[in-house]
């Protein structure tokens, strides 16, 4: 079992940045793949990010390429998404998320275990 708690959200103007964290519980964590995901009002889940169980390999969702980083640290059982160059498209509820296969990508439906979200609002 793992619980994961994320923080690091708020209210940010277009351009700035934000790090989101999710902390997971158990000793476990290097053993799972991690990713992020949103949900805008309205709108379906999307995949935002993801990343291995050792951090050597990461995937990012398009319109986040070369704005969002996603890390880890095993050691701290924490998972990061830094954002920046942030937009009003990207405010959305921002979860994390942690699966037991090695390459889960962009798929919720292979992810274990979620997150309660951290509300990401991006003003013009």
């Known amino acids: 079992q793992v619980q994961l708690v994320e923080s690091g959200g708020g209210l940010v103007q277009a351009g700035g940045a934000l790090r989101l964290s999710c902390a997971a519980s158990?000793?476990?964590?290097?053993?799972?793949?991690m990713g992020w995901f949103r949900q805008a009002p309205g709108q379906e889940g999307e995949f935002v990010a993801a990343?291995?169980?050792?951090?050597?390999?990461?995937y990012y969702e398009d319109s986040v390429k070369g704005r969002f980083t996603i890390s880890r640290d095993n050691a701290k059982n924490t998972v990061y998404l830094q954002m920046n160059s942030l937009n009003p498209e990207d405010t959305a509820v921002y979860y994390c998320?942690?699966?037991?296969?090695?390459?889960?990508?962009?798929?919720?439906?292979?992810?274990?275990?979620w997150g309660q979200g951290t509300q990401v609002t991006v003003s013009t």
């Open positions: 158990g000793r476990t964590f290097s053993s799972y793949a």
């Open positions: 998320a942690a699966s037991g296969l090695e390459v889960p990508g962009a798929v919720p439906g292979l992810y274990d275990y």
């Open positions: 990343i291995s169980w050792s951090g050597g390999n990461t």
